[in-house]
């Protein structure tokens, strides 16, 4: 089943323009991850936030985490044509047998126009 | 100039045939995991793999099979008995199963007609 949902499906703005995209997820998580997917290749690692942190930063992109809505959101600014791809999250599970397993949610298609 | 390799990049088959992925990392990453792409969806998880030796199945383990003789290879079969084969195949690798974040390979699209 799916653990990180997230939201928009699609997302279509023009160049310069912020994006942010939100996950949700179902149980205790020791960590949350997004990762970027260009068109037909393999995912890249974007950032890795902790349970116990609320925010953090990577060049233009902001993660934010509230455990207590189990729920994600990353924020793009100034996005670039370049930015373009698909955006999953992805969780690792606190605990219990499915421990450091990594979930993936079904993805944010970003869409940034020149 | 390390990463992660997958080969083939496309893969065509005939129904009824088994076929091997494969997946190369020389990262020196202890775990190895394989994961199944469809169309608009996430990733699903196949097997992974701790250690040499060693392998655990996933969510949809049924109709693959795999091997980790060596640290650095981790091929996928998909078997005859897999209903449902053809979709974008990815291996990753981290420096151990947990918490850390997983590199991707470039990924093997399957296509069984």
């Known amino acids: 089943s799916q653990q990180g949902e997230e939201d928009p499906q699609a997302l279509s703005i023009q160049e310069g323009e912020n994006a942010t995209m939100n996950c949700s997820y179902k149980?205790?998580?020791?960590?949350l991850q997004w990762y970027r997917q260009n068109s037909g290749r393999g995912l890249v690692h974007l950032i890795l936030i902790r349970s116990n942190e609320r925010e953090k930063h990577s060049g233009r992109l902001r993660v934010t985490l509230d455990t207590s809505k189990k729920s994600s959101s990353l924020l793009i600014t100034a996005s670039r044509a370049a930015d373009t791809a698909s955006y999953f999250c992805?969780?690792?599970?606190?605990?219990?047998?499915?421990?450091?397993?990594?979930?993936f949610g079904q993805g944010t298609i970003l869409t940034v126009h020149p | 100039d390390g990463g992660i390799t997958q080969s083939p990049k496309y893969l065509f088959r005939k129904e009824g045939q088994n076929v091997t992925l494969s997946c190369e990392q020389n990262?020196?990453?202890?775990?190895m995991y394989w994961y199944r792409q469809d169309p608009g969806q996430g990733l699903r998880l196949i097997y992974y793999s701790q250690i040499v030796n060693d392998f655990q199945k996933g969510d949809i383990a049924e109709g693959y099979s795999v091997s980790r003789e060596k640290k650095e290879s981790f091929p996928l079969t998909v078997t005859s008995a897999q209903k449902n084969p053809t979709a974008f195949y990815l291996c990753?690798?981290?420096?151990?199963?947990?918490?850390?974040?997983?590199?991707f390979g470039p990924g093997t699209r399957l296509t069984v007609t």
């Open positions: 990753a690798s981290s420096i151990s199963r947990g918490v850390n974040e997983q590199y």
């Open positions: 992805a969780t690792v599970d606190a605990g219990g047998t499915s421990y450091g397993k990594l979930t």
């Open positions: 149980t205790s998580i020791n960590n």
């Open positions: 990262l020196n990453h202890d775990a």
